[in-house]
């Protein structure tokens, strides 16, 4: 399989600021990068999918100004959450795709939010 | 959008007995179905998949069957072992351009 890091894994901050998680593919170049949310024993619930060069989509019901998503490379793919709220403390995580890969996705670690 | 549904959402079973996970979709856009296992406090891994051109596909002890007429699929697991103990998710998705999970199954196999 592929390797793709998430960075932080875990974070801490206070309502109304904003934290930037970080997703990376290591080995292979992700032309397609997913974020989800995933709450206690939940499932994963897709956020957006994000392209390399082009504005990620976002799921019904995703606040595009809150979560904002950039994948400027192959490589990276950013998740920003603005102006966090206790509301948005979660598990996220994020997968990666690419052309050499058919259909197949890569999972992140994962970054464990928590606002106070 | 693409509604999943998985059933059950948990599952026990003895150790060296089979465990089905079922899993309905929505769309019949959707080509591609994969499943991931997850264990506690770990990513999500890709264990099996399968395209909408194949009806059933196997690997060593795990199985899985796509009916795209009545748009459901099953995760079919032999000879359990305690270390199949996770959760497990179905997925469908067009092409691997956007993925939509099923609600999970956590699978305890008993020693």
């Known amino acids: 399989g592929a390797v793709v890091s998430q960075h932080p894994s875990r974070v801490i901050c206070k309502s109304g600021t904003s934290v930037k998680i970080e997703c990376r593919s290591l080995d292979f170049q992700a032309t397609t990068m997913f974020w989800y949310r995933q709450f206690p024993k939940k499932s994963l619930m897709l956020m957006a999918t994000s392209n390399e060069g082009s504005k990620a989509t976002y799921e019904q019901g995703v606040e595009k100004d809150k979560f904002l998503i950039n994948h400027a490379s192959l490589t990276l793919s950013t998740l920003t959450v603005t102006s966090a709220h206790p509301e948005d403390s979660s598990f996220y995580i994020c997968?990666?795709?690419?052309?050499?890969?058919?259909?197949?996705?890569?999972f992140g670690p994962g970054t464990r939010l928590t606002v106070t | 959008g693409e509604n999943v549904e998985q059933h059950p959402s948990t599952l026990s079973v003895q150790e060296g007995d089979s465990a089905v996970i079922k899993c309905t979709y929505s769309d019949s856009a959707s080509n591609y179905f994969p499943w991931y296992k997850q264990e506690l406090g770990k990513r999500p891994q890709l264990i099996i998949d399968i395209r909408s051109n194949v009806g059933e596909k196997k690997d060593q002890r795990i199985a899985v069957t796509l009916n795209k007429t009545a748009k459901h699929f099953s995760l079919h697991i032999t000879e359990t072992q305690p270390e199949d103990s996770a959760v497990y998710f179905c997925?469908?998705?067009?092409?691997?351009?956007?993925?939509?999970f099923g609600t999970g199954t956590s699978l305890t196999v008993i020693p």
């Open positions: 997968s990666a795709g690419g052309r050499e890969r058919g259909h197949e996705q890569y």
């Open positions: 997925a469908a998705s067009i092409n691997g351009n956007q993925f939509y």
